[in-house]
């Protein structure tokens, strides 16, 4: 099953998002309905929360009066920790329940008011963000709830800003016009990207890109590199090294639209283990066939890898698995840094990145190895690393 990330900002239009996700066939969860259920009158979750901070949150029926608790813990760092230690991981293992009942073809919807501030982003195949601008979200607590301006603005200030929640959005919604143009930008993420991801993931099929010329530079590259290798972490386990490689990696480049990452492994025979399969259900499946890195100097040799792409139609990218010190390794970490070292250099590889972008044959692979530059690069590369005494 696909699992999103649904988050927004109070006042934001997430539960708009979530009912036109649920109506086009989603399974929402939603986390602040399981937060309510978890300290429902007669629950061990209410009598702890009545033990922490006493009968004061409780409403005239006994039943939890939020907005009593939530004066109390808004704006008081220590009570909202003592308070999410009491509910978070009652909402978490509920959370599990629901998503395991879910059919194995789904596309489960974790809609999660403070995603971003529990750090959660990485356990999602995607992160949906609802953006809207502060002075709408304003207007809407008071129209629609009816808070007062001081308190909507006291919440909007207790959570993430809109600057954090951009960090982890793989998809971005902007809600500041009509419900009916809302509507369209979900069922076009739904269609487009949401259904075809979890084909390929169901199907372990990477979306293999193509040539492409180089476009950009994309300042946002290295962040979306950042949310990618972030999941890689969590799926993986452990203290690995995740790196930026290849073009996008080097700041200020035009470069074609994929991101290319370097998964550090001890060796081949870890990588073909139940590592691929941990990639796989990440959303990053091993592309078939043998991969390698094939320089000519001095004689052609093949520094073999294992390559796997990635299931999100939304994001090309590659995920090269290289033992740790081979040559492969090094090398693409060497000329990423050459690059990033040495304007000149940049100008003549998006030259040659151009030339064999605008020559390679229809559904031909993104080589660049193959080209004669690459060697004579790979040697002013070396006398680069013995001049600065770079190590990798």
Do not use: C
Not at 16 to 28: C, E, Y
Not at 42 to 54: H, I, K, M, P, R
Not at 196 to 209: D, I, Q, T
Not at 289 to 311: F, N, S, T, Y
């Amino acid at each position: 099953m696909l699992k999103v990330g649904l988050t927004g900002g109070i006042g934001s239009g997430k539960s708009a998002v979530a009912r036109r996700l649920a109506a086009l066939g989603a399974v929402v969860v939603d986390a602040d309905r399981i937060a309510r259920e978890v300290v429902a009158p007669g629950t061990e979750g209410l009598a702890e929360v009545v033990a922490a901070f006493s009968d004061r949150v409780l409403d005239a029926d006994g039943a939890l009066d939020r907005a009593a608790l939530g004066a109390v813990v808004f704006g008081d760092e220590a009570a909202r920790r003592r308070l999410e230690a009491i509910t978070h991981p009652r909402v978490r293992a509920r959370t599990a329940e629901l998503v395991a009942a879910a059919p194995a073809d789904a596309v489960v919807v974790n809609d999660v008011p403070l995603l971003v501030e529990v750090g959660l982003a990485p356990t999602y195949h995607l992160v949906l963000v609802v953006q809207t601008a502060v002075a709408t979200r304003l207007a809407r607590l008071s129209r629609d709830r009816g808070m007062d301006p001081a308190e909507a603005e006291r919440r909007i200030a207790a959570q993430a800003d809109d600057a954090r929640r951009r960090a982890v959005a793989d998809a971005l919604l902007t809600n500041d016009g009509t419900l009916a143009e809302l509507h369209d930008a979900v069922d076009r993420l739904w269609h487009e990207r949401l259904l075809p991801y979890e084909r390929n993931l169901r199907a372990r099929h990477a979306v293999r890109p193509g040539p492409t010329a180089p476009t950009g530079p994309d300042p946002t590259w290295p962040e979306q590199y950042a949310r990618l290798a972030a999941r890689i972490r969590h799926a993986v386990g452990g203290d690995v090294r995740v790196d930026h490689v290849g073009s996008t990696a080097v700041p200020g480049l035009a470069a074609p639209d994929v991101i290319d990452i370097q998964l550090t492994v001890p060796s081949l025979e870890e990588a073909d283990g139940p590592l691929a399969d941990r990639l796989a259900e990440a959303g990053f499946p091993r592309l078939p066939g043998e991969w390698w890195d094939a320089p000519r100097r001095p004689d052609r040799v093949h520094w073999a890898k294992r390559l796997h792409g990635g299931a999100d139609p939304g994001r090309p990218v590659l995920l090269h698995l290289s033992p740790a010190g081979s040559a492969g390794w090094r090398y693409a970490l060497l000329m990423r840094d050459h690059l990033r070292a040495d304007p000149g250099r940049r100008a003549d590889y998006l030259q040659v990145k151009r030339d064999l972008a605008a020559t390679a044959p229809a559904g031909a692979e993104q080589g660049t190895l193959g080209d004669p530059w690459f060697d004579e690069e790979h040697l002013r590369a070396e006398e680069w690393a013995a001049q600065t005494g770079w190590r990798p």
